[in-house]
């Protein structure tokens, strides 16, 4: 199905809007993006930089969990950012919003379910990351 071109037909004003409203959509994802990796670095550069014992390395993977959840809460917090940007519902702006829905909208499912990974992950490596570390590298 071809989309529909909203944005040539809206003023001038309106594409001034919808300049505004992509740049913060693209502002919500690169923080959102800056949580994922944070959750997923932080960890590892905990542990390469902490000088820790090897007989301590599976508590310190399982503390790593903690690191991993609060990153991913975080990340959460800007999936619901992203959200509201993308599906913007003013009934004055409708073409602008079909044009940022149609434009952002695809990404969405993509940016939820792996920020719901990320937490999911954490939760694994706080409860579990001893015996994962144990199991895969003893």
Not at 38 to 58: M, R
Not at 62 to 77: H, M
């Amino acid at each position: 199905m071809d989309s529909i071109d909203y944005y040539s037909s809206l003023s001038p004003e309106a594409k001034a809007w919808v300049s505004n409203q992509e740049e913060l959509i693209h502002a919500a994802i690169r923080s959102w993006l800056n949580c994922c990796v944070s959750a997923i670095a932080v960890p590892g550069l905990v542990i390469l930089l902490a000088n820790v014992q090897p007989a301590d390395i599976p508590g310190w993977i399982q503390r790593s969990g903690t690191v991993v959840l609060v990153f991913s809460i975080l990340a959460e917090i800007k999936v619901q950012a992203v959200r509201r940007a993308i599906f913007v519902v003013d009934a004055n702006r409708l073409y602008c919003d079909l044009h940022i829905e149609g434009k952002f909208g695809a990404l969405m499912p993509y940016i939820q379910y792996s920020t719901y990974f990320l937490i999911a992950f954490g939760t694994l490596i706080t409860g579990y990351g001893d015996l994962i570390y144990q199991i895969f590298f003893n």
